[in-house]
């Protein structure tokens, strides 16, 4: 079992910053995947931004050149540093981790709002 715990959502004005944290524990494997999605009001989860054990990164569309994904293998810990909000960012964000055996688990996520 993995266990997920995010941190560092909250209400942010268009242009502004965020950055969260998830913080992953239990049984952690050496290969893993950790990753961000995001679910807004009336939409499907989807792929803001993932990055393996080894620091490859893939991106959606939609964030890239604002949103930086990174981890600290040490800590067992994703980052998404994001910038240059706007409103359409709003939405639940939700941590995820794959292990070697394609094993998901899901942190409860947290809320982020991009309004002035």
């Known amino acids: 079992q993995v266990q997920l715990v995010e941190s560092g959502g909250g209400l942010v004005q268009p242009g502004g910053s965020l950055r969260l944290s998830c913080a992953a524990s239990?049984?952690?494997?050496?290969?893993?995947?950790m990753g961000w999605y995001r679910q807004a009001p009336g939409k499907e989860r989807e792929l803001v931004a993932d990055?393996?054990?080894?620091?490859?990164?893939n991106y959606a569309d939609s964030v890239k050149g604002r949103f930086t994904i990174s981890r600290d293998n040490a800590k067992n810990t994703v980052y998404l540093q994001m910038n240059s909000l706007k409103p359409e960012d709003t939405a639940v964000y939700y941590c995820?981790?794959?292990?070697?055996?394609?094993?998901?688990?899901w942190g409860k996520g947290t809320l982020v709002t991009v309004s002035s």
């Open positions: 995820k981790y794959r292990g070697r055996w394609l094993e998901d688990y």
């Open positions: 239990g049984s952690i494997s050496s290969i893993n995947v």
């Open positions: 990055i393996t054990s080894t620091r490859s990164t």
